[in-house]
Structures are given as structure tokens and as C-alpha cells.
């Protein structure tokens, strides 16, 4: 774990959570629900590999498939993007993600202490999805996802700090989007170096599991 100064204690009223990469991994079940999407489908060729999808991770559900099949016409593209859809919160309702250690504690102490909430650049549903096989969803409260409107992961953080009217948030992610669009929301990043991206700077912190949040906050 690395900060900038000892401690961050006591900074923030609230912590705002990316989910993939940051609360959970679930990549190996995605890659198996596309996998049997593109079964369906007799014009996407190269299968979906747990590689491929680690690879995308973290951007905009609609970008996602620009970048895994850009040699689809649009309107192909967008039948297999719903067809995944489906089949992922199929597959994760049923076999959920991998909880990164040390969730569990580490959200029953946060919570004790600041308002917890998840913006994710994930499809609507998927959320709700983490939350249905999270020990401790309750400890949430409140949500926003590139699903819902559309919108960039910054303008959704923006609106769960203006509707929960937040004063000192900070935002917790593992990509260089994640710090970028805490950055452009004004609102200060901790980066989950256990994660899925790498970054150059630009975090308050850095932390190599969940746990070292009881530390550092």
C-alpha cells in the first residue's frame, strides 16, 4: 500500500466503488456467457476468451464490442451485444463473480465510518447482479451505471455525488479510465493496484487488496 501522507483517515464522507477489477472479478463467467452467445450467432468467428474479455474490461458496455468486433456492421454488432446481454446476467445470476478477499470485512468497516456506493461502466442489471451475491449489499447505498443513461463513468459519478449531495468523496478503481473520470468529476482516486489496469499516476493512493482500506481509511 501506498499513500501520498501517512493517513487518509478521516479526509471523506463517503467512498464511491468501481465493481470489476475493484470488488470483483467475474471475467471468467462473462467469457463463458459470450462464448455461448456467439454460438447463437453464425457470424462472429473468433471465440471469446477469458483473455479477450480481461482486455475490455472496464469500458463502456456499448464500446466494448466496437473494440472485440470491428469488422461487424452495426446492426450485427448490436444483435450480439444484446444476445451477451443476456446470456451474462443469465450466467452471473446463477454463478456470480469471484469477491475479491477481504471484501465482506472491509465494507462492514467502511460503512461504519462513510456512505458506500458503486458507479460502474457496466449494462443495466449487472449491478443488482454483484449486490444479489455480495454478503454484505446492504451496506450500499446507492448506484450508477453506463447502462442507466448512457453517460461517461464521470458524468455518473457526478450524479451519485450531487444526488446524495457528497462532500468529500473519493473513488476507488483499477484502470487509467477510472482515475481519468474521477479526474474529470473532481473527485479524488484510489487506485486498486490489484486490479485489472495499470496507471502513471495520478492516484492519492494505492492499494494491493480490499483490506488495505482499514488501513488507509
Avoid at 122 to 143: D, K, M, R, W
Avoid at 162 to 185: F, M
Wanted: with cysteine.
Amino acid at each position: 500500500m501506498q499513500t501520498e501522507g501517512n493517513t487518509l483517515k478521516h479526509k471523506f464522507d463517503s467512498v464511491i466503488f468501481d465493481l470489476d477489477g475493484t470488488l470483483w472479478d467475474s471475467t471468467g463467467n462473462v467469457a463463458l456467457a459470450w462464448e455461448e452467445a456467439r454460438k447463437q450467432v453464425d457470424y462472429v468467428e473468433e471465440a471469446i476468451t477469458v483473455e479477450r474479455v480481461r482486455s475490455i474490461t472496464g469500458m463502456a458496455y456499448d464500446v466494448i464490442f466496437e473494440v472485440l468486433l470491428p469488422e461487424l456492421e452495426t446492426g450485427k454488432r448490436d444483435h450480439f451485444k444484446a444476445i451477451c446481454a443476456q446470456s451474462e446476467i443469465d450466467m452471473l445470476d446463477s454463478k456470480g463473480g469471484d469477491l475479491y478477499p477481504g471484501l465482506a470485512e472491509t465494507i462492514k468497516y467502511l460503512a461504519a465510518k462513510y456512505k458506500l456506493y458503486i458507479v460502474s461502466n457496466c449494462q443495466s442489471g449487472y449491478i443488482e447482479t454483484f449486490l444479489n451475491h455480495c454478503p454484505v449489499a446492504e451496506y450500499f447505498s446507492g448506484h450508477q451505471c453506463y447502462g442507466t443513461k448512457g453517460q461517461p463513468k464521470a458524468e455518473n459519478i457526478k450524479d451519485i455525488v450531487n444526488d446524495h449531495q457528497l462532500k468529500t468523496p473519493v473513488y476507488i478503481g483499477d484502470t487509467k479510465g477510472d482515475r481519468d473520470s474521477a479526474a474529470k468529476a473532481g473527485v479524488p482516486f484510489i487506485f486498486a493496484g490489484y486490479g485489472f489496469g495499470t496507471i502513471d499516476g495520478g492516484a492519492i493512493a494505492t492499494i494491493s487488496g480490499l483490506s488495505n482500506l482499514m488501513e488507509l481509511l
